[in-house]
């Protein structure tokens, strides 16, 4: 099953509202990345949150992470049509695997 | 900046046939991951490599198999495609000497298996 998944699946807004996306994961992390990826392009990373860590901000990003949950938010403010994307939350494990361990993605859409 | 490399950016096999994928990660990062995006779906995790040694292996098929090389790029070889294998390829590159390890991902690699 998979280590992260997402809530909502999908998400439509409009251009200047907030937009929240949920990811709930299963184990222990190092730390948990927020990726961002046009239909059928390439990931683009947007914010990494460590596991001591509550709270980070970057421009118009906002993460939280509750580790006693096992849950973490992406807040978009002020969306804007260009942010249209699917958004993936990515864990990196606790201990020595290396790899990421991707959620299930919303796709958001900002309409104009 | 130098990002991660990815040859060819679009390929198109037929079932049965072999397929070689090309990574080469950003300059004095150590490790390469290989991941696998099917069409809606999430990217999966196949393979890495650290200092051009295997070092977590996913959900690779046995079919597939991958190499680092001296000069720290990476291929992936596919043989025997199946029309499941169809997906875009992912590579990513990290290091180590940062204080916190960030993947950078390539363009990808989109698969065609027809």
């Known amino acids: 099953s998979q280590q992260g998944e997402e809530d909502p699946q999908a998400l439509s807004i409009q251009e200047g509202e907030n937009a929240t996306m949920n990811c709930s994961y299963k184990t222990s992390i190092n730390n948990l990345q927020w990726y961002r990826q046009n239909s059928g392009r390439g990931l683009v990373h947007l914010i990494l949150?460590?596991?001591?860590?509550r709270e980070k901000h970057s421009g118009r990003l906002r993460v939280t992470l509750d580790t006693s949950k096992k849950s973490s938010s992406l807040l978009i403010t002020a969306s804007r049509a260009a942010d249209t994307a699917s958004y993936f939350c990515?864990?990196?494990?606790?201990?020595?695997?290396?790899?990421?361990?991707f959620g299930s993605g919303t796709q958001l859409t900002v309409l104009p | 900046a130098a990002g991660v490399i990815q040859s060819p950016r679009h390929l198109i096999k037929e079932k049965r046939e072999t397929a070689t994928l090309k990574c080469y990660p950003i300059?004095?990062?150590?490790?390469v991951y290989w991941y696998q995006q099917g069409p809606g779906q999430d990217p999966q995790f196949l393979i890495s490599f650290y200092e051009k040694m295997q070092s977590d292996k996913g959900s690779i098929p046995d079919r597939f198999s991958a190499q680092q090389f001296s000069d720290y790029h990476s291929e992936l070889n596919m043989s025997s495609l199946e029309l499941g294998d169809s997906a875009l390829y992912f590579c990513?590159?990290?290091?180590?000497?940062?204080?916190?390890?960030?993947?950078?991902f390539g363009p990808g690699t989109r698969l065609l298996v027809l």
């Open positions: 949150i460590r596991s001591n860590e």
């Open positions: 990515a864990t990196l494990l606790s201990g020595s695997a290396r790899q990421l361990t």
């Open positions: 990513a590159s990290s290091s180590d000497r940062g204080p916190i390890e960030t993947q950078y």
């Open positions: 300059p004095r990062h150590d490790t």
